[in-house]
């Protein structure tokens, strides 16, 4: 296994378009996390999936973003209607159910910026 | 409420000295596990070390030590002998619960290190 994949790795779009992220997670992890990080910040917490089930989501996600994973292996990521301070990484997780708390492990991140 | 403090926004070294990344955190919960995760400049955060709030031994892998108190809420992680390969961002985080849930990683701001030839 080569890891968690994003893609794309960069995507420049003009500010009121649509994005859409993907993220294929270690194919054994059943869980599936959305990080956002800006520059000189640490990562922040978007949402969570258990398999196909979103189970946590933080207030940082409005309305115009939307995860999903429909069949609980890779999971996509839309803005809709995108705005300048939607510019970041975005980072893609998945760990393992095998342990009570297991390290999550990142993607590469896709870069997004908004012009 | 949780927070990750890591006070140090920047650090610059010499090869081969011995550097020390400092990590407070705050939390109500008396079950949670810190994280150390390194950012190289390719982007992807590497996965460093994780220790549960129960377990105050410190640890050491290679050149690379941990110490962890409770005392004073610290989490700080050691390089020694640094090398050039060692520079990048250091986040420290925090995932609050023992719950069976997997609960979201809450990170400080980063320490970027630099090391020089």
């Known amino acids: 296994d080569t890891g968690v994949s994003q893609d794309p790795r960069h995507k420049i779009t003009k500010r009121g378009q649509n994005v859409t992220f993907r993220c294929d997670p270690i194919?054994?992890?059943?869980?599936l996390y959305w990080y956002r990080q800006t520059l000189g910040q640490g990562p922040e917490f978007l949402t969570y999936?258990?398999?196909?089930?979103?189970?946590?989501k933080s207030r940082l996600l409005s309305d115009r973003f939307s995860a999903e994973r429909p069949k609980g292996s890779f999971s996509t990521l839309e803005i809709q209607r995108t705005e300048q301070g939607d510019s970041a990484m975005y980072l893609c997780?998945?760990?393992?159910?095998?342990?009570?708390?297991?390290?999550?492990?990142f993607g590469q991140g896709t870069r997004l910026t908004v012009v | 409420a949780q927070k990750v403090t890591q006070a140090q926004t920047e650090i610059s070294v010499v090869e081969k000295e011995d550097v020390t990344l400092d990590c407070v955190y705050e939390?109500?919960?008396?079950?949670?596990?810190l994280f150390w995760y390194k950012q190289p400049p390719s982007g992807e955060l590497v996965f460093l070390i994780r220790?549960?709030?129960?377990?105050?031994q410190n640890e050491i892998s290679g050149r690379y030590s941990w110490n962890f108190q409770k005392s004073t809420s610290s989490f700080n992680f050691t390089i020694t002998a640094s090398q050039v390969v060692d520079s990048a961002v250091y986040f420290c985080?925090?995932?609050?619960?023992?719950?069976?849930?997997?609960?979201?990683?809450?990170f400080g701001k980063g320490t970027t290190l630099s090391v020089s030839s």
């Open positions: 997780a998945s760990s393992s159910r095998a342990a009570m708390r297991t390290e999550a492990f």
């Open positions: 220790r549960n709030s129960f377990d105050e």
């Open positions: 194919s054994e992890h059943n869980r």
């Open positions: 939390t109500r919960d008396t079950t949670y596990y």
């Open positions: 985080a925090l995932s609050e619960g023992g719950g069976q849930a997997g609960t979201a990683l809450i």
């Open positions: 999936f258990q398999n196909e089930a979103q189970l946590e």
